[in-house]
């Protein structure tokens, strides 16, 4: 993984590391809550009204807060494909679904006996479902945390959202048609001995999933404040229903107030996250708005400057040029022998750099002028280039291995200029060997990468990065003539088509240069049964 890779992911909750002031944070929040509970406990069974608007509005206020934290988790489980991101977004759903059952079994709420033909003991049950079955999903959160990602899908989304609904159903089926067979845990409005045990149940699997929290030596924003959620969930289920007496007691309000707290840490913080990302992202924005301009402007400014360098160098040299033809053809007799050579180097030398401003002016025109977009056969292309070398090259043994290629949306006179100088480098690289082989064809995908090969010298890998720099040569002029421009203007042929073009080599054995343009046609589309003949 990259370093850029590793800090977009950093920017996550779920990846993001704790900072000591968030630890900090979250250990104050955990004491205060600690605090606040051990001074409910004395008066937890004190008898308050009941306030009939008061379950319907923190049910609705839970489920709510639990659908959003799902949700925005499901996006983060999207984005990061971790397993354990997305057991938690189901867990989260899981409560959001069971707080519905719960209210809606609850008595007095929407008939005396409330709804789901719901008994006497259905809406407790429903509460200690509720409450057992979150830690569950934290402790599967916390022993999937970096054991591996999965494709996210819709299918698999569906599938486990599926599955959490099939659980919830059964447990609602559990607390209503299996009623009689559950042990009673309220009579008479009070709690009995049987919702102690079922409790310290709970308890003991909340503590199990706060110790696997906890074990751990570095936290995420996310685990730290799912330590939160934790203890605040513990607080509730320990007002509720043990140091309570019955229902719409100081304990029933106040345990209930920690379960809207712990469903909004997380909702909370995630919140924040995406707030605090859109900023960042709207900071990157602008930064690079000012950076696409300025090297809008410095990237015109260099084509300028060496369109005009080159452009001007021209006329000298074309003097240099002529004069020492004239010294050469009608006046050497006159030279001693030393005299030729210098005049010799000179044309030689001058005819070099002639070359070398024709290239730098072709380099700097490349990205002056707009695409001119036609659909080209690539076959009637490189069958045309192939002849231009042959004809060139008359003496030597060059066997092309040409397969039919596909079509391409492309400007056909810069794009001939790609097809001929990978060709030709196949063709001066491999002349040490008898037989020059060089293969021409593409690999299936979208969009197609084409491919030039040859059985020629090759390059050393380390300086891959050097490839396609202007004036970098990776073979000295002794060895192999030419300017160090050529693969720079493919280069960025390539790209102003929307393209990538890399190379794979072995010193001694010989080069692939790959190449893709915009998938502006699918592979395949366009190929042609018309095919050079191969030697």
């Not at 452009?311 to 040029?321: A, I, K, M, T």
């Not at 401003?357 to 036609?374: H, N, T, Y």
Request: glycine share 6%; proline share 4%.
């Amino acid at each position: 993984m990259t370093q850029r890779q590793t800090e977009n992911i950093s920017l996550f909750l779920p990846t993001m590391p704790a900072s000591a002031s968030e630890r900090k944070l979250a250990i104050s929040l955990i004491a205060m809550s600690a605090i606040f509970f051990v001074a409910c406990i004395p008066f937890a069974k004190t008898p308050l009204a009941k306030i009939d608007a008061f379950i319907p509005i923190y049910a609705s206020a839970l489920c709510i807060n639990d659908a959003i934290t799902s949700l925005l988790l499901f996006g983060q489980f999207f984005i990061l494909r971790s397993k354990e991101i997305l057991i938690l977004a189901l867990g989260y759903t899981f409560t959001a679904l069971m707080t519905v059952t719960h209210a809606l079994s609850f008595p007095g709420l929407f008939s005396p006996t409330g709804l789901l033909s719901a008994g006497s003991q259905t809406t407790v049950w429903f509460y200690m479902f509720w409450h057992g079955g979150f830690p569950l999903f934290v402790i599967a959160y916390a022993l999937l945390k970096k054991r591996g990602t999965v494709t996210p899908s819709g299918s698999l989304v569906a599938f486990s959202l599926g599955g959490v609904f099939t659980l919830v159903c059964a447990l609602a089926y559990l607390g209503t048609a299996g009623h009689d067979y559950l042990p009673v845990l309220l009579a008479e409005g009070k709690y009995t001995p049987s919702l102690v045990s079922t409790v310290l149940c709970i308890w003991g699997v909340s503590l199990t999933a706060l110790v696997l929290l906890w074990r751990r030596r570095s936290y995420s924003v996310l685990d730290l404040w799912l330590l939160v959620v934790v203890c605040a969930w513990i607080f509730d289920v320990g007002l509720s229903t043990i140091f309570n007496a019955k229902r719409f007691d100081l304990g029933f309000y106040a345990g209930r107030l920690y379960g809207l707290l712990a469903a909004s840490f997380v909702l909370g913080m995630l919140l924040l996250e995406n707030t605090k990302l859109y900023a960042k992202l709207v900071g990157m924005h602008e930064q690079q708005r000012h950076k696409t301009t300025e090297l809008e402007i410095l990237n015109r400014d260099l084509e300028s400057f060496g369109y005009t360098v080159s452009h001007d160098l021209r006329s000298p040299l074309r003097v240099v040029s002529q004069f020492a033809k004239i010294l050469e053809e009608e006046h050497s007799h006159v030279l001693n022998e030393e005299a030729r050579l210098f005049v010799s180097l000179i044309r030689k030398n001058s005819s070099k750099m002639s070359s070398l401003v024709e290239d730098l002016l072709a380099f700097s025109k490349i990205g002056q002028q707009p695409l001119q977009r036609e659909v080209i056969n690539f076959d009637l292309l490189i069958d045309d280039i192939i002849q231009d070398l042959r004809l060139a090259n008359p003496q030597r043994d060059i066997q092309f291995d040409v397969a039919s290629l596909p079509s391409a949306l492309a400007e056909e006179k810069i794009i001939r200029q790609v097809w001929w100088n990978l060709i030709e480098n196949a063709v001066k690289y491999s002349r040490t060997r008898e037989a020059s082989i060089i293969t021409i064809g593409y690999k299936a995908s979208t969009p197609p990468v084409y491919f030039v090969k040859d059985n020629g010298v090759g390059f050393d890998m380390a300086y891959a990065h050097k490839l396609f720099g202007v004036f970098q040569r990776l073979h000295s002029s002794q060895e192999f003539e030419g300017t160090g421009v050529g693969l720079a203007i493919v280069e960025r042929i390539i790209t102003k088509h929307g393209g990538n073009i890399w190379a794979e080599s072995i010193r001694g054995t010989g080069t692939t240069f790959y190449f893709t343009l915009a998938p502006d046609l699918p592979a395949g589309m366009g190929t042609s049964v018309y095919s050079p003949a191969k030697n």
